[in-house]
């Protein structure tokens, strides 16, 4: 038996304080912080789009949660790296959640900035990631994804939403190692314990489901959105992923991150493992419409070229006329790409796009670029993630 999942009703997002307040206590992630002096949320914030359009975390859901957390005295912060890579900062400008949590008092952070810490090798063939210091330097961090339907992975829940601790480039380049559903899933569920064994400290998973997303469950039509009236909450990512994949209308075996959880002892074995406190997620009403596939997932190597096209698609190059050599850029590449020759700043082919470097210059002097002929996938991107970029 896991700890326990909590289920609750909740039509509107100006009413989920109260449920948010009760989840965490059921739950008992709210014992956990008891004492804890800052958190990390880790929303979804795949792309820029508005919260109506309802593929990223709403506003007012981690407003709300923020308050819950800030009357116990915690300091809270709210990071993710965009899937729209080298966008971060417009993004959480475009889905509202920059100002909505300034607002509040929150903190807003990339996960692209850097510093970053290397996490130790795994899988065949072995693949090291690194991830942001920030989420070492909390007390928890809590994974707070939207329910949303997902081509590849059937639902993007908790656990998928860990694609976002990696900076930049890195989350295209782990699908290029790791294609296929099951290696991606077990990628992820190894990402999850690399970085808990590195000093994570994962509090636990609070679902956004009050408006869900079915269909493609991306920005391309049709993708219905739902008054799902769905919040739950858990200590343990594959158990709430697993009871809100059963509330969506989904068999727990049907989806790569539920089956491998299940297959390798990582997540409960069936609906019966859980601790289930609220209604019975089988009756939680119309399942979401199913994802249907998207040709770039279909085989092995159609997702191997498209996400290595999709990791290809910036590079961070230096404007030589603005840099002043501080040399910021050497100090915090993870990678050491970035060199000083003859007075000039140099990035090299071990490059990984992380992209810390153009969003830690002092002197904006390390811009993108898009090489040619995939700017015009760069550009459709933007335009259909994020109405207009503020840097180009
Ligand atoms: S040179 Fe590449 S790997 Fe190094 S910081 Fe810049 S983007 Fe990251």
Redo the contacts with the bound molecule.
């Keep these: 038996m896991t700890s326990p999942v909590v289920l609750r009703r909740c039509q509107d997002y100006d009413t989920a304080e109260p449920v948010l307040q009760e989840v965490l206590e059921a739950s008992g992630i709210a014992r956990d912080l008891q004492g804890a002096r800052r958190v990390l949320l880790k929303p979804n914030q795949v792309m820029g789009l508005p919260p109506e359009r309802c593929r990223t975390t709403d506003p007012r859901f981690l407003v709300a949660l923020t308050r819950v957390l800030q009357r116990r005295g915690i300091e809270v912060l709210v990071g993710d790296s965009a899937g729209l890579i080298g966008f971060t900062g417009p993004v959480m400008q475009a889905t509202g959640v920059q100002e909505a949590m300034e607002r509040q008092g929150a903190k807003v952070v990339s996960l692209d900035v ?1 510093p970053f810490r290397l996490l130790p090798p795994s899988g065949r063939p072995p693949v090291a990631l690194f991830v942001s210091e920030v989420l070492f330097q909390v007390d928890g961090v809590l994974s707070v994804p939207k329910l949303v339907t997902h081509p590849l992975m059937g639902l993007s829940l908790s656990l998928k939403n860990l694609m976002g601790i990696l900076p ?1 480039a890195l989350k295209p380049s782990l699908h290029v190692f790791r294609p296929g559903r099951d290696a991606l899933a077990e990628a992820l569920l190894d990402l999850h314990r690399l970085s808990a064994e590195a000093g994570v400290q994962w509090a636990g998973a609070v679902v956004d489901g009050i408006w869900a997303l079915g269909g493609r469950g991306g920005a391309v039509p049709p993708s219905p959105r739902y008054d799902f009236g769905l919040v739950a909450g858990g200590r343990d990512l594959a158990a709430v992923d697993l009871a809100c994949a059963v509330a969506a209308g989904f068999s727990p075996g049907e989806l790569p991150l539920c089956r491998q959880a299940m297959r390798s002892g990582r997540g409960p074995a069936s609906l019966e493992d859980l601790a289930l406190d609220g209604p019975d997620p089988r009756s939680w009403g119309p399942p979401l419409e199913r994802p249907g596939e998207d040709w770039a997932e279909r085989t092995t190597w159609s997702t191997r070229v498209y996400y290595f096209l999709r990791s290809r698609l910036v ?2 190059a230096v404007d030589r006329t603005r840099c002043r050599g501080h040399q910021r ?1 050497v100090a ?4 050491s ?2 060199s000083r020759q003859g007075g000039r700043t140099i ?2 082919r ?9 969003e830690q210059c002092p002197e904006g002097a ?1 811009g993108l670029r898009s090489p040619w002929p995939l700017g015009f996938l760069y550009r459709r991107r933007i335009r259909g993630g994020l109405g207009r970029p503020d840097r180009s």
């Design positions: 850097g930049g590079r961070p850029c915090v590449c993870p990678v790409a970035v990035i090299g071990d490059c990984v796009r992380c992209l810390a470097c153009v390390i």
